[in-house]
Antibody, heavy 121, light 107 residues
């Protein structure tokens, strides 16, 4: 059974750096074609794709946030870490991680439950 | 970047209705499109990928179609558990992107 779980601080202050961890089981990020992605959703708003890391350690980022985002993986721990620098109240959102299975289509077939992050000014 | 639009943004429908949601891509993306359903307070759930392939376990009343720049998600007979928000996602090139969503509410 594939599961993912996000963890991190529920509250951060403006200008601080947010670090979120996605812990997963039921699959390996060493499998060719496997990817893990981060997505966020501000309250009452749409989903926003943030970043992706693949089995080969290639990394891809949102155009608007690429200067603030870093994604990394620890395959021995089955974890993917996302950092977002210089946090602002507009970054208040639920942050999700999701698996992208091997194949030509970059869709997310299993999602974590999400972790809510509030940024105070 | 490939942006997506969805129409309508909101629709009100009754149980048993046939519902169609449209997603348009700014540039052609072949069939690299996925659809998700999200209920309040829950993570999105994958319904359709490759524009028309139903994810395992998804009821057959859901169907997807389209290619290029225009795609549709159809619910053939709306059920009470289908009232939710639906998002499309382009799965073709980086950066990936989601549509703004369509909320399906009870009439």
């Amino acid at each position: 059974q594939v599961t993912l779980r996000e963890s991190g601080p529920a509250l951060v202050k403006s200008t601080q750096t947010l670090t979120l961890t996605c812990s997963f089981s039921g699959f390996s990020l060493t499998t060719t074609g496997m990817c893990v992605s981060w997505i966020r959703q501000p309250p009452g708003k749409a989903l926003e794709w943030l970043a992706l890391i693949d089995w080969d350690d290639d990394k891809y980022y949102s155009t608007s946030l690429r200067t603030r985002l870093t994604i990394s993986k620890d395959t021995s721990k089955n974890q993917v870490v996302l950092t977002l620098t210089n946090m602002d109240p507009v970054d208040t959102a639920t942050y999700y991680c999701a698996r992208i299975p091997p194949g030509p289509y970059y869709y997310m077939d299993v999602w974590g439950k999400g972790t809510t992050v509030t940024v105070s000014s | 970047d490939i942006q997506l639009t969805q129409s309508p943004s909101f629709l009100s429908a009754s149980v048993g209705d046939r519902v169609t949601i449209t997603c348009r891509a700014r540039l052609p993306i072949s069939n690299y499109l996925a659809w998700y359903q999200q209920k309040p307070g829950k993570a999105p759930k994958l319904l359709v990928y490759a524009a028309s392939t139903l994810q395992s376990g998804v009821p057959s009343r859901f169907s997807g179609s389209g290619s290029g720049t225009e795609f549709t998600l159809t619910i053939s007979s709306l059920q009470p558990e289908d009232f939710a928000t639906y998002f499309c996602q382009q799965a073709n090139t980086y950066p990936l992107a989601f549509g703004p969503g369509t909320k399906v509410d009870i009439k």
